[in-house]
């Protein structure tokens, strides 16, 4: 009777313990190298190692960056963030100075051609502003493009995309309107004037819209 | 002899335990993240873990996640996320858990839970009460649900800003992990 009380015992005992195997098949000690590591359920702990198991341990990356290299991701991503807290503050710089050079744009126009007196005492402003404007734009790009990208990014439709897109367009509003401007201005007293005006106007709201777009991209999504 | 016999043929499925492992088709951990302009929410798809209940009752359970594999829709915002927790040097998030649960009675059946859970996120651990809603399936199949928030500064990650603005310092957590046999 003993030997069958053992016999039972020990079947019993390898059938518990055959489940404790994460894929159900040999124990742990008898796995290969290659199978992932057996649960170890912990036994009776102490409430400080409540939390010494390692049942699935996180695979690591073979090639974690040695020093050198960690060093050196570190320095881009601080030169990244550098030039990207400027390409904001130069973004948000380049929307006020837009703006104003619009309105006073607009304002010309209007003196112009909507039977104002066009006294063209607001160029000499809309100019200036125009300028500048120009001039904070190309720095905010050039920021957005030197910045390093020290984590590699997808490319795909999202925030970031259209934030991008947007900006594209309004670069491109940019240039029509620097040549314009001039064009317009040549064309002084000519009937087509008119219309190169109103193209230049247009394309100057247009830079101001799509930048418009491409910083509320961040906001809404 | 017999009662011997027969206590060994009681104790004996007790002593059973079970591995159950992440199903990642089902599984999936987002983070909300509050600014002062919007709310934003990154998902992984990418969890790996197991969980083992033990004869006493209680259950273990480890799941991580590359932090790298979080999709806020914005790849910008993600490689900010990524230079924030320093992904290079601290590439996963993990959590281990514990508390008391077996399979009810009554299958399927649902229960609600606390466990102790620690955290390890940005080479820091830290130990959360974990409210988890367990829905078996089956004696070898559960689904957890949990929400939980944790602070970034007490995992010693600098808080982003956008336009000049920090996030919040809170970083909220809804998981949802399917473990089975």
């Known amino acids: ?9 020990l079947v019993l005992s390898m059938a518990a313990h055959a489940q404790t ?10 796995a290969p190298a290659a199978t992932p590591p057996a649960a170890t359920p912990a036994p009776e702990q102490k409430p400080a190692d409540d939390f010494n198991f390692e049942l699935a341990p996180a695979p690591q990356k073979p090639n974690l960056l040695d020093d050198t290299a960690q060093r050196k991701l570190e320095s881009r991503v601080r030169l990244r963030r550098k030039l990207l807290t400027a390409h904001q503050a130069l973004g948000f710089a380049t929307l006020g100075l837009l703006a104003v050079a619009n309105i006073l744009g607009t304002l010309l126009y209007v003196d112009k051609y909507g039977g104002g007196t066009d006294t063209g005492d607001l160029y000499p402003y809309h100019e200036s502003f125009a300028i500048a404007a120009t001039a904070a734009f190309t720095a905010t790009a050039i920021t957005a493009l030197a910045a390093p990208n020290p984590y590699p990014k997808p490319i795909k439709f999202d925030a970031a995309f259209v934030h991008k897109a947007s900006m594209a367009i309004a670069a ?19 009937l087509i004037q008119k219309d190169l005006a109103l193209a230049h106007l247009v394309t100057g709201w247009g830079a101001a819209a799509f930048m418009t777009v491409g910083t509320l991209a961040y906001v809404f999504k | 002899m017999k009662s011997l016999v027969a206590l060994l043929l009681l104790t004996a499925p007790a002593l059973a335990q079970e591995t159950l492992t992440l199903d990642g088709a089902q ?44 999709d806020s829709e914005n790849v910008n915002r993600d490689e900010h996320m990524k230079e924030t927790v320093e992904a290079a040097r601290f590439p996963t998030v993990e959590m281990k858990a514990i508390g008391e649960a077996k399979p009810p009675a009554v299958l399927p059946g649902a229960e609600r839970k606390t466990f102790k859970a620690q955290i390890t996120f940005h080479g820091q651990k830290n130990v959360i009460e974990l409210p988890v809603q367990l829905d078996w399936k089956s004696a070898t199949e559960v689904k957890a649900t949990t929400k939980f928030k944790i602070s970034l500064e007490a ?18 957590f809804d998981a949802v992990v399917v473990f089975k046999k």
């Open chain 2, 27 to 70: 599984s999936s951990l987002t983070y909300h993240l509050v600014h002062k302009l919007h709310k934003i929410d990154g998902t992984s798809k990418k969890l790996a873990g197991k969980a083992v209940l033990l004869p006493d009752g209680r259950v273990q359970v480890e799941v991580h996640a590359p932090v790298e594999s979080f």
């Open chain 1, 172 to 190: 491109a509003c940019f240039v029509a309107q620097i040549i314009l401007g001039p064009v317009a201005g040549h064309y002084e007293g000519s």
């Open chain 1, 21 to 30: 195997s994460p894929d159900g098949g040999a124990p742990p000690a008898a």
């Open chain 1, 1 to 9: 009777m003993r030997t069958i009380a053992v016999t039972v015992f």
């Open chain 2, 155 to 172: 995992f010693k990650i600098d808080r982003p800003s956008l336009m000049f603005v920090k996030v919040d310092d809170d970083l909220g």
